[in-house]
């Protein structure tokens, strides 16, 4: 695909590669890969802004950032205009420059509390969260998905909402809240919604080669792509988009993952909690499954690089 600058308000980025906001993965450490192969945005997990007002410990601990974070990004989630803005005007919110909302999860916890995704049919709360947003003076943009239903798409006039609420970017998830992240992504709407705003519109879904970028860019001619699972499975797909070649490996990647992550938590958290991140690291790996199985019975980071270490030297 062909990289380029996106201009998003005030900020300019240096390309078009962005990192989705995903829950339980796009922490620090992973934001921090994923810059270094190339990506120009990288946002952080999905923050509640009832979570931020009421000191949710757990919350806060969400926005912590490091350095090499040019342009900070969070995402928030809510359903009052009231509460979102004044979570966005916290101190712990003060670093980012943009903020983006979530009006595309899936999951019933958040769907059946009226918030993400269950938005998508009410275009004019909508419309008037990102306008409320807007009066803290920070960038706002929006991720997004096609629809509810599969078949009854709704993001063209929820497009149209938010940028007549003022919103500054738009991400647009091609697949409908029913199908979760299965299915074919439908390019059609996302090109839609490129024609009917005036505003950026990146589009996310079924990313995980190069070949995947420039499809998506092609059939929805997006501003840019935002990189969700496929980053997960390898943070330097990237560096593949750019054309870049990588010569690091995937032990080398998992050590540095660590590495990373011990710079903040217990070594016990970071073994507990890196689990998952691992087995998607090991994805299409031959053989790996008992190396999946010992690593959930492992308490400290050691044993797993050594079980990593051992695998990899087989």
Known sequence: MKLKKVKINRIT?????????????????????????????AFTEMVSCKGLIYGNLNTEDLLFTTDDEKIKCAQVFGNDPTIMRKAVELPSMEKFDIVDVNFGCPMPKIFNNGEGSALLDKPELAEKIISELKKTGKIITAKIRIGILTG?????????????????????????????????????????????????????????????????????????????????????LFAEIRGEKVNISKKQI???????????????????????????????????????????????TRDILAAVDDFFAS
């Not at 796009?26 to 120009?40: P, Q």
């Open 152 to 236: 009854k798409p709704l993001a063209v006039d929820f497009a149209k909402a938010l940028e007549q609420g003022g919103a500054d970017m738009i991400t647009v998830h091609g697949r409908a809240k029913d199908k979760i992240y299965a299915g074919e992504v439908d390019y059609d709407t996302i090109a839609e919604v490129k024609r009917a705003v005036n505003i950026p519109v990146i589009a996310n879904g079924g990313i995980f080669s190069a070949n995947d970028a420039d499809k998506m860019i092609k059939n929805t001619d997006a501003d840019g792509v935002m990189l969700a699972r496929g980053a997960l499975e390898k943070p330097w």
């Open 254 to 300: 998992i050590r540095k993952h660590i590495e990373k992550l011990l710079t903040r938590y217990d070594d016990e958290v970071v073994a507990v909690n890196f689990r998952k991140q691992i087995c998607l690291y090991l994805k299409g790996e031959p053989n790996s499954a008992a190396l999946k199985e010992k690593i959930f019975a492992l308490k400290n």
């Open 13 to 41: 980025t240096e390309n078009n590669l962005f990192l989705a906001p995903l829950a339980g993965f796009s922490d620090f450490a992973m934001r921090s890969i994923c810059l270094s192969f190339g990506a120009s945005l």
